[in-house]
């Protein structure tokens, strides 16, 4: 079993749509959690950082789930520059060793 | 531009071929990582270094593979006899506290 799972997708959406998605992780431990968002043939760049009350960066809202194991992000009023793979990732040793899904990718459509 | 950065961008090479790639971290970043990502899937981690300590390996770094940061401040990682199964992207992360920054990565095509 992978430690972080991801549904692929895609989720083709419309501009303006809202789209969520969710990730599971393995490790009852994991300490910490993000999103990470990456273009096409680009390097992961961080989005959010995932806190146990749930947060929110503008129109991106990550949820975090102990009990079950698993992370949500939601992305309202989609715009055509959220096109992007993101990466649900985890890690139980602060700052080291980041554990990473195989993303899901979302396309937003004019 | 004072992120993290890694040569060359691209490196094609025939198997049994060595390679050797270089990161250079964000200034003072005493943490830096190097990862592999193949097509469709995330990151996977390599190795880790504090300062110029090496302090885990993954798994996936054969015995072909050997990482060195030296002075703690750029870091290489080198692939003896390449094969054709180290065709990915290798990136390399960098950290003070928290976050860790990427670099754009090194692809390597191995033929």
């Known amino acids: 079993r992978k430690e972080v799972e991801q549904d692929p997708g895609p989720f083709n959406v419309p501009e303006g749509a809202t789209v969520a998605f969710n990730c599971t992780y393995s490790?009852?431990?994991?300490?910490?959690f993000f999103w990470y968002r990456q273009d096409c043939r680009k390097e992961p760049k961080l989005l959010m950082s995932v806190y146990s009350s749930g947060n929110e960066d503008g129109r991106f809202t990550a949820q975090l789930n102990r009990a079950s194991q698993y992370i949500s992000l939601l992305i309202r009023d989609s715009k055509l520059s959220d096109s992007a793979t993101y990466l649900c990732?985890?890690?139980?040793?602060?700052?080291?060793?980041?554990?990473f899904g195989a993303g899901t990718t979302v396309t937003v459509r004019a | 531009d004072t992120g993290v950065s890694q040569d060359p961008r691209h490196k094609i090479t025939k198997r049994g071929q060595n390679v050797t790639f270089r990161c250079d971290p964000i200034?003072?970043?005493?943490?830096l990582y190097w990862y592999r990502q193949t097509l469709g899937q995330g990151p996977e981690f390599l190795t880790y270094f504090q300062n110029e300590a090496q302090l885990e390996k993954s798994r996936l770094l054969s015995d072909r593979f050997s990482a060195e940061r030296p002075k703690g401040s750029f870091s290489t990682l080198e692939i003896q006899r390449t094969e054709q199964g180290d065709s990915a992207m290798y990136l390399c992360a960098s950290s003070l506290l928290g976050t860790q920054y990427f670099g754009p990565g090194t692809r390597l095509l191995v033929l």
């Open positions: 990732v985890v890690n139980w040793s602060n700052d080291y060793k980041l554990s």
């Open positions: 200034s003072e970043h005493n943490r």
């Open positions: 490790n009852s431990a994991s300490q910490s």
